[in-house]
């Protein structure tokens, strides 16, 4: 299977703790604004709010570029009642508006392939959410959120490569 390059963006973070198992992979977007937002600029505002950092572990940006966010074995801060058992996938863009780019749904099927692969999560629309799935908000926007369906069938392609 093909693996997807993920570029290290060496963060500091406030204190974080260990996820004791993976099961879901929640979905996500900028929102408000159609920006390319990097994890570096995202874990800048995560710390203004209070936050030990980037609460994603990953970050899509329009060119498929992958940045590590938060580091993969800590529990996330991104599904408000569910990080202790997700991972948290964000696709930089407001998709209310706009639409990802082919990159960044290519980029994300791979690496979601990776990611099931290497945790023993099922490849479906069960274990791989939109944030509005898990609680009352508008992430990952419309168009990314209808085109998960697609992203999925995409991964499980990656998976059997």
Known sequence: MERANIVETNLNFKTLSGRSY???????HTGGNDIDASAEQIHGWHLNNGWAGIGYHFVIRKDGTIERGRPEWAIGSHAYGENNHTLGVHLSGDFMEAEPTDAQIEMCAMLLANLCTDYDIPIDR???VGHCDLMSTDCPGDNLYNMLETIIGKANFYANQ
């Open 126 to 128: 069960d274990h791989i």
């Open 22 to 28: 993976t099961d879901m992979i929640v979905i996500h």
